[in-house]
Structures are given as C-alpha cells and as structure tokens.
C-alpha cells in the first residue's frame, strides 16, 4: 500500500528555504512540494502565487504550508493558510513577538489544524544523546558562547537588523538546544544587550540564568566575531565534562569525541512533521521566543560602535 503524500507549499523561498527546506522536501517520501507563495521568483518548475487565496483558487489541493519567511506578519499568513485548510510549518523564531506567536498557536489550534512550530537547532546530532547522558547527573554550571558573524551569514538580509532580532537569530538556536537537554525550566537572572550604534537591535547579549535548583547557565552571543567562529555548549557535572560543539552538530564527554548518527536536522524537521500529520497532533513550545522576550525585559542596554558590513 502506497503511503499518502501531503501536498505541500513553502511561504518565502529565500536562503533557508533554497538551502534547506526544498532539499529536505525533495528527499523525503511522505511530501510533494508543489507550489510557492512568493513575492519575487518560485522555484523552477514549481507554480508561484502572490497570495495562499491566489494559491488556493489555483490548487485546491494543496494541503499543507511551511513558513519561511523573516518572523514578522507571519500570524496574516497563518490565519490565510488555515481560512484555506492548510496545516502549518514555521520556521524559527515563530513570530516578531510572543504575542504574535501565541496568537498563531491559537488561531492554528482553533482552526482544527496542526501546528508544528519548529525549531531545528533541537533535531542536531548531539542533542537528544546530551540529553540522555543528562539524565541523573548533577549539573554544576553551564556555558553557552554563540559567537558568529554576521556578515558572512546573513549578507544584506535588512529584517535581521529589526527591533527584537539581531543576535538572537541565531542565539534562539542555542537557547533551543538548552530548554530540551537541561532538566529544570531556566529563569533569566540579568540580561546586557550591547546595540550597534546604527542599529535598532543588539549585536551582543550576556544572560545570565539560574535553574530552578539553582544552577548557573552563563550565555555570551556575538554577532560580530571574526576568524572561527563558535557555537559550543559547555556543561560541568559530577559525572563529567559534556561538550556541545559546532551547533551541537558534535559531543565530547571528558575531551573524548562521541560517535553520532549523521541524521541532518531538516531531514528530521519534516520526519517530525510528517509524524505530526498523521497523528494530528500540533507541537508548539514557545518556550525559547520567550526567553528572548524576557532578555529584553531585563534587559540593561549599552551602545558599542557602528556596524560596517
Ligand atoms: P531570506 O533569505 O531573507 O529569505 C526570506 C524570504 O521571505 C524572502 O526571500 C522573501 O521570499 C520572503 N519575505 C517576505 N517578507 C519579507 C520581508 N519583509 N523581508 C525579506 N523577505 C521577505 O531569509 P532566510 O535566511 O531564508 O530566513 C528566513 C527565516 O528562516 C528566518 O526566520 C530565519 O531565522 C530562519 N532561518 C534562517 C537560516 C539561515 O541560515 N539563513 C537558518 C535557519 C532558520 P520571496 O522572495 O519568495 O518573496
């Protein structure tokens, strides 16, 4: 018996969808990828639309939606693709606020739809074995140093810069790995946003979180580091060093390198969805979006130089 395909459409056919999402769609069986919602060029062979309504009246078809576009004026997106029956895919972060994305929570859940709000940097190698090797442990202290630049990462891209992003972009990805490895909710402590001078968003941000046992989580973004550039995680037990490296793409326990399964995320994003399609279940932890939410509550601003691109 031949497995049922969703039909499936990309909002925003940018950098993470051209590099990720539609590779990712293409490889994997139980989706078609059939139509963009697009306001310049869709993929070759693929029909593009300027609207899902366009999309719709086009292709009644189509079943399911994955949202690739920059955080904000996505909750008009969703509610256009759930008025047309569509299930939903986000990319990270969910929205340009948490309101916004509890509203898209709401409004996908009162649709009847499912809802995955994805966060990718969760579906890395070394998360879920981190979090296995977690368990029963005492953790002592753990350090985050998210450190990138963001010229070589997101040239030219205007919304990275836009009140409520900046360093977070990428930092929501570790803040994403450490709400699903540690055992006990975090509570932000202090927070030191460092503002480029001519932007309207940091560019660095330290946060310091305590555990809900107390447990220290010292967390440095940068978005301005030259030469290697740094996506660790590093957590002190009394069982052992565990060491996060490369996006939690690799683990160490002690210096020594564990063996991971090479699963890519996107491959495991739309296997999720897939799961989540089938069982009609929505997944929609907000989790990390509030944590950057509650780092600018706390946070205490400082202006650092210009930032030349
Ligand atoms: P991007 O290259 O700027 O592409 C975003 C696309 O969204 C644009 O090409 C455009 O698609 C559409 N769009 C709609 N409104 C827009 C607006 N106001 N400004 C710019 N584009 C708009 O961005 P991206 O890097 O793909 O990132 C998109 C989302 O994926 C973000 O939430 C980001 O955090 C997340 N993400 C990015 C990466 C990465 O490596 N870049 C990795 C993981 C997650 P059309 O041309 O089709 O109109």
């Known amino acids: 018996m031949t497995r049922p ?10 950098k993470i969808a051209r590099d990720q999402h539609i590779p990712s769609i293409a490889a994997n069986p139980d989706f078609d990828f059939v139509a963009a919602v697009t306001g310049h060029q869709a993929p070759d062979g693929i029909p593009g639309f300027r609207t899902v309504a366009e999309m719709m009246a086009a292709d009644p078809g189509v079943e399911a939606i994955s949202i690739c576009t ?3 004026g996505r909750l008009a997106l ?9 299930d939903v895919m986000i990319e990270k972060p969910p929205a340009a606020t948490l309101s916004e994305a509890q509203a898209i929570v709401d409004t996908v859940a009162k649709a009847g739809r499912v809802l995955y709000v994805t966060w990718h940097s969760r579906e890395a190698a070394a998360v879920e074995p981190a979090r296995a090797w977690l368990e029963g442990k005492t953790i002592r202290r753990v350090e985050v140093n998210w450190k990138e630049d963001v010229r070589v990462w997101h040239p030219g891209q205007a919304w990275i810069w836009e009140p409520g992003i900046g360093v977070f972009d990428p930092g929501i990805n570790a803040l994403s790995v450490i709400t699903h490895i540690l055992p006990r909710p975090l509570l932000l402590q202090q927070s030191a946003l460092r503002y480029p001078s001519n932007k309207p968003s940091p560019i660095a941000a330290d946060l310091h979180f305590e555990d809900s046992a107390g447990v220290p989580v010292d967390v440095f973004f940068d978005f301005d580091q030259r030469g290697p550039q740094t996506w660790d995680i590093d957590i002190d037990t009394d069982g052992g060093q565990l060491k996060l490296s490369l996006g939690a793409s690799k683990m160490a326990v002690d210096g020594n390198p564990v063996d991971l399964a090479d699963d890519p995320e996107y491959a495991r994003l739309y296997r999720r969805f897939a799961q989540l399609l089938k069982t009609r279940t929505s997944d929609t932890d907000l989790t990390p979006f509030a944590h950057v939410a509650d780092a600018y509550l706390l946070g205490r601003r400082s202006e650092v130089g210009a930032f030349e691109e």
């Open 78 to 86: 969703v509610q256009q693709a759930v008025d047309h029956g569509l």
């Open 70 to 72: 920059p955080p904000r």
């Open 5 to 14: 395909v969703t039909r499936i459409a990309i909002a925003g056919i940018g």
